[in-house]
């Protein structure tokens, strides 16, 4: 069976930024066929059009390790509440963005931008229980845009793995490789 993996970027980032190219050559040297796409419109992350898209991609989701950084793990979640996406072997959340509480401060931040990214209900945590073999989440403990602990409590509900990295702020920009997440693949 082929092994395969997709990396989804955060707000305005790539396929090319910050230590998501390190992790796509740590996959493929594990024999992983990567995707890892550029997400349309990601300066206002939309669940709708990210959900299209990646459906639409003809991508076989089946089976993957799935790790997605800030709005890209955000993205993660938000496809494991779709009826058609399918069971994954793993999900590595990076910097985990889930409210946007911590923004009232930041410079980038445009009241509205992130309106469309999250869910109206509450996650289903047995559903995603049910579509995920193993959830590993990796967050800064000063991540200075996504509340550690709001991570942590989901975390926590789903049984998961929880990995801290002091002073590694929202591990992006910061970082070109991201080590930690290798004990995870």
């Given amino acids: 069976m082929i092994k ?3 990396i989804l970027h955060g707000t305005d980032g790539s396929p090319e930024s910050n230590w998501l190219p390190w992790a796509k050559r740590q996959l493929e040297a594990r024999g992983y066929s990567v995707f890892i796409p550029q997400l349309p419109e990601c300066h206002t992350p939309n669940k709708s ?3 299209s898209f990646l459906h639409e991609s003809n991508w076989d989701f089946t089976d993957n390790v799935v790790i997605g950084h800030s709005s890209g793990a955000t993205t993660v979640l938000n496809l494991l509440s779709s009826e058609w996406f399918p069971r994954i072997e793993k999900a590595i959340l990076v910097g985990t963005f889930l409210n946007v509480r911590k923004l009232d401060n930041v410079s980038w931040y445009e009241p509205g931008q992130f309106d469309n990214l999250f869910n109206d209900t509450p996650y289903d945590v047995d559903l995603f229980k049910a579509k ?3 959830f590993f989440f990796v967050h800064g403990d000063d991540d200075p845009y996504c509340d550690v602990e709001d ?3 989901l975390c926590d509900e789903l049984g998961a ?3 801290v990295i002091d002073q590694g702020l929202h591990l992006s920009s910061n970082r070109v490789n991201l080590p930690e997440i290798t004990q995870f693949l």
Avoid: I, Q
Wanted: charged residues 35%; positive net charge; aromatic residues 14%.
């Fill in 4 to 6: 395969r993996a997709v």
């Fill in 49 to 51: 059009v990210y959900d």
């Fill in 132 to 134: 995920v073999g193993k």
């Fill in 151 to 153: 991570a942590r409590r």
């Fill in 161 to 163: 793995t929880f990995l």
